[in-house]
């Protein structure tokens, strides 16, 4: 079956950087588009960052996130990543990986992520 595992989060000053990734198995991961969603508390889950599955690799970012966000992928080890710089506390939320296969949706578990002083 699908899984989705995400890793890299953590606790981190503001201005600071994180890695996350999103170890993916059960389905043809280079077929398919990733997503990095995010839910602070409180708050409805928001799409960060989009990348495609075609040979060009193109990308989307929330305008939040824009110019300090990066995702990437590497089709050889089934594994998205979300590169985060200059964080600010806005950005504290759990992050999720997604896939959307066979008409649904499909989650990780998450990572918390905390930009705090």
């Known amino acids: 079956q699908v899984q989705l595992v995400e890793s890299g989060g953590g606790l981190v000053q503001p201005g600071g950087s994180l890695r996350l990734s999103c170890a993916a198995s059960g389905f043809t991961f280079s077929s398919y588009v990733m997503r990095w969603y995010r839910q602070a508390p409180g708050k409805e889950r928001e799409l960060v960052a989009g990348?495609?599955?075609?040979?060009?690799?193109?990308?989307n970012y929330a305008d939040s996130v824009k110019g300090r966000f990066t995702i990437s992928r590497d089709n050889a080890k089934n594994t998205v990543y979300l590169q985060m710089n200059s964080l600010k506390p806005e950005d504290t939320a759990v992050y999720y990986c997604?896939?959307?296969?066979?008409?649904?949706?499909?989650w990780g578990q998450g990572t918390q992520v905390t930009v705090s002083s």
């Open positions: 997604s896939v959307f296969i066979g008409l649904r949706r499909l």
């Open positions: 990348i495609a599955s075609t040979d060009d690799i193109s990308t």
